[in-house]
């Protein structure tokens, strides 16, 4: 993958056709060979970053996610591939992140991409995160690339810090904001906050720092994935 710099911001320097011959590789299943089509026809045709209207991502097929690195420019991403609990959303310069239950677990395209983020025991964030009230200490392992493979244990308590409702393109959302501080083995430390519905536990909003390059990354859901 070739970057060019744009102030702060890096921009991958792909073609269309480049895009698309890569998201043929990564497998035949319908759900990639459709999401390519999305990206194609509902990014690439717009000229435009993301659609503005409600009425525009409802009008997209799948599930969608607004994702927006640093200070930079949101970026509309959709669901190109599902992998059991994983989800992996492409935008329209064919980086990529993978979710799980909300958390970043993976990057493509960005410098110092993330590899793996995860824990050896189920994540806190699957297992009912809307009924949290008490402090939970956990820990999480990330490995990524930085010249060479790095390996980084995180040292993590998850707690409650409220209840706020809000607002993603027009639709109104009851969550419980929860707060993740990490310490990691290099002693550096992170903060996470992930809104999570009131009523299902699912996060429909979330404000990430990856911890290899020190990115800040908050994705809202646009369109929620439905199993």
Known sequence: MIFSKRGNRY????????????????????????????????????????????????????ATILATIENNVPSLMVLGYVDGDKLQWIASDSASIVTQYGRVVRTVGLPNDIQFQGSSQLDILSQNPHHIDNVEKYNLSLEYIDGAVKNVGLACELMFDGEERIEILDI?????????VCESTNDKKIKNIFWV???????????????????????????????
Not at 43 to 61: A, D, K, L, V
Not at 172 to 180: A, N, P, W
């Open 11 to 62: 921009v991958s320097i792909v073609t269309l056709s480049i895009l698309t011959m890569m998201l043929a590789a990564c497998g035949n299943d319908g759900v990639w060979a459709n999401a390519r089509d999305v990206a194609a026809s509902q990014i690439f045709g717009r000229g435009q970053n993301h659609p503005h209207t409600r009425e525009q991502i409802n009008g997209i097929p799948y």
């Open 172 to 180: 109104f959302h009851d969550t419980h904001r929860l707060v993740e």
């Open 197 to 227: 519905d009131q009523t299902d536990g699912f996060i429909w909003r979330s404000q990430q720092r990856l911890l290899n390059g020190n990115y800040d990354i908050e994705i809202n859901v646009l369109k929620r994935y439905y199993p």
